[in-house]
C-alpha cells in the first residue's frame, strides 16, 4: 500500500493562499482515491475535497467550495491542495488520506470513513 508524506504548511495571512503537496509511495499511487481531511484543535477531523483515481472528478465541502482545488499527478505520484481566499476558521492540521478498494470517488467522498491510509498531517496557521 501507499505511504503518503504531506508538506506545504505553514502560516498565512487572511486572505492568502497556499499550496498543500502529499507525496506518495509505492507504485499503484493511479489506483487510490485520494483526500484531504482538517482537524482543529478540540473539533473532529472533517472531510475536505476528494478526487478521483484519474482526477476527472473532484468533491469538496461546503465550507472550501470555490477556495479550495484539489488535483493530482499520477507521474509524480503527488496530490495538491491549493487553497486560496484562506480564512481564519481555514486554520487546521490537514492530512492527506487515500482508499485502494473498489468503490467509487462519490461513494468515497461521501463516506470519509473508508478512507483507511493517513499522513502524518501539516499545519495552516491563519492570522486575521
Known amino acids: 500500500q501507499v505511504q503518503l508524506v504531506e508538506s506545504g504548511g505553514g502560516l498565512v495571512q487572511t486572505g492568502g493562499s497556499l499550496r498543500l503537496s502529499c507525496a506518495a509511495s509505492?507504485?499503484?499511487?493511479?489506483?487510490?482515491?485520494l483526500g484531504w481531511f482538517r482537524q482543529a484543535p478540540g473539533r473532529e477531523r472533517d472531510f475536505v475535497s476528494a478526487?478521483?483515481?484519474?482526477?476527472?472528478?473532484?468533491y469538496y465541502a461546503d465550507s472550501v467550495k470555490g477556495r479550495f482545488t484539489i488535483s493530482r499527478d499520477n507521474v509524480k505520484n503527488t496530490v495538491y491542495l491549493q487553497m486560496n481566499s484562506l480564512l481564519p476558521e481555514d486554520a487546521a492540521v490537514y492530512y492527506c488520506?487515500?482508499?485502494?478498494?473498489?468503490?467509487?470517488?462519490?461513494?468515497?467522498?461521501?463516506?470519509?470513513?473508508?478512507?483507511?491510509?493517513w499522513g502524518q498531517g501539516t499545519q495552516v496557521t491563519v492570522s486575521s
Open positions: 509505492g507504485r499503484t499511487f493511479s489506483t487510490y482515491v
Open positions: 478526487i478521483s483515481r484519474t482526477g476527472s472528478g473532484t
Open positions: 488520506a487515500a482508499y485502494g478498494g473498489p468503490a467509487t470517488t462519490r461513494v468515497v467522498a461521501t463516506t470519509p470513513t473508508l478512507f483507511d491510509i
